[in-house]
């Protein structure tokens, strides 16, 4: 499989940068011999993390812009000059139940990005990271079940409108249909405008691993888990887990977004980005196992998880033959996750 729709040296341009997955997708794209310019809404996020990658790399890989709104047609001017790749990242992880605010402004951020990347000719390839939301939501309810990529979540935009203010769900409803509004957006652009760059949609589940931005901070997935990690009452991440879907390493996560970057063979697809089904009382036994002084709580009692398959060949083949390797096992994910909350 060819690696080299985007030339070794070249300039990728990573959105959300600062975050969770964003500066892994940053510390992988620079280990694999490419120059990265960040985009964050504030700078500040990128200090500690710009050290960081300068001590462990050689200064003048990394560089980061400010950009505070991805919303107005001018968002990007001049921030995509000498781009060769671009990784959408970048994405509304509020939780707000602003239908309007969240679900159009990452169709608009979307939508102004993928237009001011056709017009910068040096554009080879764009990814944009969707959710595994976007595809399905597993239940208890479901049994067996095998989704597949050409399938979508339409229903999470019924819901998300129609859900009163006070339902506890409202906000995971607005979130998912902002993946599922801001994916379907970016599709029809591209199969209407047909830019000159490759374009593709990486879609993660469970995302887990370390953090790579060592700046303080909340990270979606990582956070969540270290939560009930420590035996906070009621952690956000229990609601994503009952029942529990795939779980993937943040580092796979970089790895999947910068091999379709790159690849000559996935143009115009989704790629899973998941590896490892689980349980939640999974969790809590490696932890035991490996932090036997610890105290944990005790284990949730909860109908079986639903069988699901996912078509995860391509995505397996293109990490094992990008990376050399397949995926990270889930309990080195799980250990590595927590190593600074222990």
């Given amino acids: ?24 997708v940053c510390d992988a794209a620079i280990a ?25 790399y050689g200064k003048g890989l990394i560089e980061f812009v400010e950009v505070k709104d991805f919303t107005p047609s001018e968002a990007f001017d001049g921030v995509l000059e000498g781009v060769a790749g671009i990784l959408h990242i970048a994405t509304d992880t509020s939780f707000s139940t602003a239908y309007e605010v969240v679900v159009g402004g990452v169709v608009q951020s979307t939508l102004v990005l993928m237009k001011a990347a056709a017009k910068v000719p040096s554009v080879k390839s764009f990814v ?6 976007a595809v399905f939501a597993p239940s208890y309810e479901d049994g067996d079940i095998s ?37 379907h957006a970016a599709w029809d652009y591209y199969n209407s405008a047909h830019p000159s760059y490759a374009f593709n949609t990486v879609l993660p589940d469970l995302v887990f691993g370390p953090v790579f931005n060592p700046a303080p901070g909340h990270y979606s997935g990582h956070g969540n888990l270290n939560a009930l990690f420590l035996s906070e009452p009621e952690p956000v991440v229990l609601n994503f887990l009952k029942p529990a879907c795939f779980a993937v390493d943040v580092r796979d996560v970089a790895s999947i977004h910068l091999a379709v970057l790159l690849s000559m063979q996935t143009e115009g697809k989704r790629l899973w980005a998941a590896a490892h089904t689980f349980e939640v009382n999974d969790l809590l036994r490696i932890w035991r196992e490996e932090f036997p002084d610890r105290t944990f709580v005790e284990d ?15 995505s397996e083949k293109l990490l094992t033959e990008f990376e050399g390797r397949t995926w990270l096992p889930f309990k080195e994910t799980i250990i590595d996750n927590v190593r600074a909350a222990v």
């Avoid at 949730?300 to 391509?314: M, R």
Wanted: proline share 7%.
């Fill in 1 to 24: 499989m060819s690696f080299d729709r985007v030339p070794k040296g070249s300039l990728i341009l990573v959105t959300g940068a600062t975050g969770f997955i964003g500066s892994a």
């Fill in 32 to 56: 694999h011999g490419f120059k990265v310019r960040g985009v964050t809404r504030f700078l500040s996020k990128a200090d500690a993390f710009v050290k960081c990658l300068d001590a462990k």
């Fill in 147 to 183: 989704p597949k990529l050409d399938q979508w979540s339409d229903h999470f935009v019924t819901m998300a409108k129609q859900a009163p203010e006070d339902d506890p769900m409202k906000s995971v409803f607005v979130y998912a249909a902002s993946k599922v509004e801001g994916e």
């Fill in 300 to 314: 949730f009692k909860l109908p079986p998880n639903p069988k699901i398959t996912l078509e995860l060949a391509e």
């Fill in 128 to 133: 944009l990271t969707s959710s595994r939301i």
